[in-house]
């Protein structure tokens, strides 16, 4: 179970951009492309799924691999 909760935990534009290494904005640009998957707060602000971003981040590294 916490397991699950630990996959669908939300992830701050900023924590994204650590993760790849990249600007925050550069994020914000992905999500307005579609290249990610963004869910907005209610406050406005952006949010993403860590599963998702594991996903990417595993698909990156394997293109990169071959």
Do not use: Y
């Amino acid at each position: 179970m916490a397991d699950q909760t630990q996959t669908d935990a939300l992830l701050t534009p900023a924590e994204v951009a650590a993760l790849f290494r990249v600007n925050p904005k550069t994020v914000t640009r992905w999500a307005r492309a579609g290249k990610i998957t963004a869910i907005r707060t209610l406050g406005g602000h952006r949010r993403f799924r860590a599963s998702e971003i594991r996903r990417c981040l595993e698909q990156l590294e394997t293109d990169q691999i071959a």
